[in-house]
C-alpha cells in the first residue's frame, strides 16, 4: 500500500500573507496524473524550536513528505539544522552538493553560499536544475527551496527517482450541480451512497451566490468505471427526487 503523503511548507512569509502558498496546487499536479493523493498539508514557521518538533513528529509517522523552503544560507533559513536536531544527527557538508554550488558560483560559493551544501548527515542530493543548489532527502522526507519555479522540478525528480513503481491509474471526479435545495436533505442519501460505493469518496460542495440562489456541487472520485456508476446514482437519485440539476 501507498503510505499517507504529506507537505510542509515552511516560513513566516508565508504564516504572515506576505507570500502565498503555491507547492499545494503544483503538488497535487504532479501527483494526481500518476494516481497519489495528498493525505494532508502543514505550514510551518521558521521558529526552530517548533519546526524541530513538527518535523520529528512527522518522521516517526513513516510518510512520504514533501518540505518546502527555508534551506538558503541566511540566518533565518533553519529548516536543515531542525532537520538534523530531529533526526539527531550532526550537520555534515556533502561532497555532491559542494561539487555542485563551486562549479555553479566559483568562488563566490565562499563564504556564504556553501552552507546551502550541509545537511543532517546521511542525506542524498535532489538535483536542482534552475541554479544547481541542490535540496536533500533523508528518510522518506525529500526538502525543497521555498521557490516554486525551482521546487517543482525537483518534486517531480524525486517522484520519478525514488516513487516510479507506486504509480497507478489516476482518480477521476464527476460531479452534478443541484439547483437550490439544502445539503441537509441529501445526508440520508449520502450516508446510503457511502455503503454501497466504499471504494468511491463521495463529496458536497454547497455555495450561495449574492442574490442568494443556492446549488450543490456533488460528486464522486475514483477509478474510471467505478466514478461512472457513482454518478450514474446521483443523477438516478436527483431525477427520482425531480430536483433540478447539470452534469459538470
Known amino acids: 500500500m501507498t503510505p499517507k503523503i504529506g507537505l510542509i511548507i515552511i516560513g513566516d512569509e508565508v504564516l504572515s500573507g506576505k507570500r502565498q ?65 530531529a533526526l539527531g544527527v550532526p550537520i555534515a557538508r556533502h561532497p555532491d552538493a559542494v561539487k555542485e554550488i563551486e562549479e555553479q558560483f566559483g568562488e563566490a560559493a565562499y563564504p556564504q553560499r556553501i552552507h546551502m551544501a550541509e545537511y543532517p548527515q546521511g542525506a542524498a542530493i535532489i538535483p536542482n536544475s534552475y541554479n544547481r543548489v541542490p535540496g536533500f532527502s533523508i528518510g522518506n522526507h525529500h526538502f525543497m527551496p521555498g521557490f516554486p519555479m525551482m521546487a517543482k522540478p525537483m518534486m517531480e525528480w ?51 451566490a449574492d442574490n442568494g440562489d443556492r446549488t450543490i456541487e456533488m460528486g464522486v472520485e475514483g477509478q474510471p468505471k467505478e466514478a461512472a456508476k457513482g454518478l450514474d446514482a446521483l443523477i438516478q437519485e436527483a431525477e427520482s427526487r425531480q430536483h433540478l440539476y447539470e452534469i459538470l
Not at 497519489?36 to 513528529?57: C, M, N, Q, R, Y
Not at 512520504?64 to 539544522?81: E, H, L, N, S
Open 21 to 85: 502558498d503555491k507547492h499545494l496546487h503544483q503538488a497535487n499536479q504532479l501527483l494526481k496524473p500518476r494516481g497519489l493523493a495528498l493525505s494532508w498539508v502543514k505550514i510551518v514557521g521558521d521558529e526552530p524550536g517548533f519546526l524541530t518538533e513538527v518535523l520529528a513528529d512527522s518522521f516517526r509517522s513513516g510518510d512520504w513528505v514533501f518540505c518546502f523552503g527555508g534551506i538558503g544560507a541566511t540566518p533565518d533559513d533553519r529548516t536543515r539544522q531542525a532537520a538534523a536536531k
Open 158 to 208: 524525486v517522484l520519478n527517482h525514488y516513487y516510479a513503481q507506486f504509480n497507478s491509474t489516476p482518480t477521476v471526479e464527476k460531479t452534478i450541480r443541484l439547483i437550490n435545495g439544502q445539503e441537509s436533505e441529501w445526508v440520508a442519501f449520502m450516508e446510503d451512497f457511502e455503503q454501497k460505493f466504499p471504494q468511491l469518496r463521495l463529496f458536497s460542495l454547497p455555495s450561495i
